[in-house]
Every structure is written in C-alpha cells, then in structure tokens.
C-alpha cells in the first residue's frame, strides 16, 4: 500500500502566506492616494465660491479623503480646508470630515 503524498505545505504556512497577500493588497490601495492639494482642483469653484461641486470635484474629494488631515496642518491650505464652503462641499458629496488628531504642542 502506497503512503498518501504528504502535502509541501502545511495549512498553518498557507494560511500566514494569504494573510500577507491580503494585508498587502490593502495597503497598496490606500498607499495608492497621492497627496497633493492639486488634485482637488476640480473643486476650485466650489471651495472658493461655494458653487455646486460637480460628479469630478466628489470623485476627487472621495479619493483625497485620507489626505484631508495632512492638508489641514499645512499653513498654505489650512485656510481652505477648515472654511464653510469645503465642509458644505463636502456634505454635498457625502464625504464625512476628517478627524484629525491635534498638532503637536511646541
């Protein structure tokens, strides 16, 4: 009688190897945001003049959202980030407002 093949590798090796699959995947999708304030400028109109946002300005306003803390510690765009027409913009998007965790005291 022949002895069943013994199986290379061990359940408990392929389980670890698909956790590091999954793992990965999930931070290369969030690592796959590029921060920089530029890309909100479909909403130009809409953050400075509290026009509608249009389906572009939401589209990039969903795609920028883990980056919206970073902008409001930037002095350059703090001003913009923290103002009434970005939070009715974003509202009108349905993006929910960061939150951010405070600024480190001097």
Request: with cysteine; net charge positive; proline share 12%.
């Amino acid at each position: 009688m022949k002895k069943p093949a013994q199986n290379p590798f061990p359940i408990h090796i392929l389980a670890v190897l698909a956790a590091i699959v999954l793992i990965s995947a999930q931070t290369v999708k969030v690592g796959a945001v590029t921060c920089d304030s530029s890309e909100l400028s479909p909403c130009a109109s809409a953050i400075t003049f509290g026009t509608t946002p249009t389906m572009q300005c939401c589209a990039k306003l969903t795609e920028q959202q883990p980056c919206f803390c970073q902008y409001a510690s930037d002095p350059n765009n703090a001003q913009y980030i923290n103002s009434a027409n970005v939070k009715k913009t974003a509202a009108y998007c349905n993006v929910p407002a960061p939150k951010c965790a405070p600024p480190p005291s001097p």
